[in-house]
């Protein structure tokens, strides 16, 4: 089945840095891939769609300026969190699909801490 | 936009017990998607129902679609310790092809 692998898995930065988590399909091409942001005991929250070769699409309140999105290739997207602040700390997933039909697979997302 | 409500938040069984999960939508949803997320895990694929009072089961687990399209429910029969997490839906939503999730129900099992 389909393959997302998501680097790294955790990571601690210091307030002000920026921090870079990467998305790659393993086995299959996405054109469209999806970041999340998820809180504690919380649901999934879509921030944006990564599209292939263009820009991507936030969703409302999400800030592009904040969080990078960059899809250089079919096979990989960069999430970017730019002058991250202790509120930016949060689980990032990214997930990819092989289409609407068969379900999406999610990478197994990043445990950003910000200190 | 879309929303997708899911009940019960919280769910305490005890083992062998059934459960169940609910998701109602202010929208006709045009397919639904159910997502298991382990305690401290990604989400997985479980399945997605298209057609209008669609009814598919994996062993234990039987899922049903509204015949509105606008709600699903997840029943888990003679629950399990492998069974715990949290069960989410999803349907269509944000972006391209982006999923809205339901809050999600957290399932405890006692042994």
């Known amino acids: 089945g389909a393959v997302v692998s998501q680097h790294p898995s955790w990571v601690i930065c210091k307030s002000g840095t920026s921090v870079k988590i990467e998305c790659r399909s393993l086995?299959?091409?996405?054109?469209?891939m999806f970041w999340y942001r998820q809180f504690p005991k919380q649901s999934l929250m879509l921030m944006a769609t990564?599209?292939?070769?263009?820009?991507?699409?936030?969703e409302q309140g999400v800030e592009k300026d904040k969080f990078l999105i960059n899809h250089a290739s079919l096979t990989l997207s960069t999430l970017t969190v730019t002058s991250a602040h202790p509120e930016d700390s949060s689980f990032y997933i990214c997930?990819?699909?092989?289409?609407?039909?068969?379900?999406?697979?999610f990478g197994s997302g990043t445990r950003l801490t910000v200190v | 936009g879309q929303q997708v409500m899911q009940i019960p938040q919280y769910q305490h069984v005890q083992e062998g017990e059934d459960f169940t999960t609910y998701c109602n939508s202010s929208?006709?949803?045009?397919?639904i998607q159910w997502y298991k997320q382990r305690p401290g895990g990604h989400p997985v694929f479980l399945i997605q129902?298209?057609?209008?009072?669609e009814v598919k089961k994996q062993k234990r687990l039987t899922f049903q679609f509204g015949e509105a399209k606008k709600n699903s429910s997840l029943h888990i029969t003679a629950t399990q310790t492998t069974d715990v997490g949290t069960y989410f839906c999803?349907?269509?939503?944000?972006?391209?092809?982006?999923?809205?999730f339901g809050k999600g129900t957290h399932l405890i099992i006692q042994p």
């Open positions: 990564s599209n292939e070769g263009s820009k991507a699409t936030y």
């Open positions: 129902l298209v057609k209008s009072g």
């Open positions: 997930s990819a699909g092989e289409g609407a039909n068969y379900g999406y697979t």
């Open positions: 999803a349907g269509p939503g944000g972006g391209a092809d982006g999923l809205t």
């Open positions: 929208t006709t949803l045009s397919n």
């Open positions: 086995d299959f091409q996405a054109t469209t």
